[in-house]
């Protein structure tokens, strides 16, 4: 990053202050440059880099590094910059403010735990646990949705909507649960919002909002507020 492109992005963070700006380097016809994206998360303490912005830089020239800053804490990557930056494929600039330190990340194949996760909604939470599960001990691939916002304040149910092409079956309540099932619960939400994978002996893994991820027993409150048992289609 040369010192034009870091002034860009310097004078970026502090505009967007104490929100996290976000920013691509590109090169166009020959010369690197920094690109200002819009953030569209809807919360405070992460980004989400408008993808109308994303394909124009990509339009004007070669897209080489994602940039974005830390408000008032370090430069360090935290574990979802980590696992964002898997999926971009390019390395990152992180600049934190004010204390006007930089540190440059590059994919390095990291992969998150299943237990103490940091919470970080649409990148980790209940449903990218499940994906990473799912993935990783029983090769299956399910869709990332998008989620921002409250959906299921918004008369959106995309857990329920989606899970049969998914490929999972709902059990009856009285179902004997097997390794591998998926619970949706209903917590303080008018519609499930919550996944639970269960690990048998009345245990499950799952991300609670705000908390690291964690094994917790299949107490009463959480078998009380599922209202889903589904398996998928391969174990039945």
């Not at 104490?18 to 569209?40: A, F, Q, T």
């Not at 735990?113 to 970080?120: I, Q, S």
């Not at 519609?191 to 690291?212: K, Q, T, W």
Request: aromatic share 12%; glycine share 6%; net charge negative.
């Amino acid at each position: 990053m040369n010192t034009q492109t870091k002034a860009g992005a310097e004078l970026h963070a502090r505009e967007e202050y104490p929100r996290e700006s976000c920013g691509l380097i590109v090169i166009v016809k020959g010369r690197e440059r920094y690109w200002r994206c819009k953030n569209i998360a809807t919360e405070e303490d992460q980004f989400v880099l408008d993808p109308q912005d994303y394909a124009a830089a990509d339009d004007a020239g070669e897209i080489v590094a994602v940039v974005h800053s830390h408000p008032n804490i370090s430069a360090k990557a935290s574990m979802a910059d980590l696992v964002a930056m898997e999926a971009s494929g390019l390395p990152w600039y992180i600049y934190a403010l004010p204390l006007n330190v930089w540190e440059s990340r590059a994919p390095t194949g990291y992969k998150p735990p299943f237990v103490g996760r940091e919470w970080c909604y649409g990148v980790l939470d209940c449903y990218a646990l499940a994906r990473d599960w799912y993935k990783e001990n029983m090769g299956l691939e399910l869709s990332n949705y998008e989620r921002h916002g409250e959906w299921w304040n918004k008369g959106m149910n995309t857990f329920v909507d989606n899970f049969q092409s998914e490929g999972f079956t709902r059990l009856e309540p009285e179902a004997e649960l097997q390794w591998g099932d998926a619970l949706l619960m209903q917590l303080q939400s008018p519609v499930p919002s919550h996944v639970a994978i269960y690990l048998g002996d009345d245990v499950i893994v799952h991300h609670m909002r705000n908390r690291l991820s964690s094994r917790d027993a299949l107490s009463g409150y959480y078998m009380k507020n599922t209202t889903h048992i589904l398996r998928h289609r391969s174990k039945l």
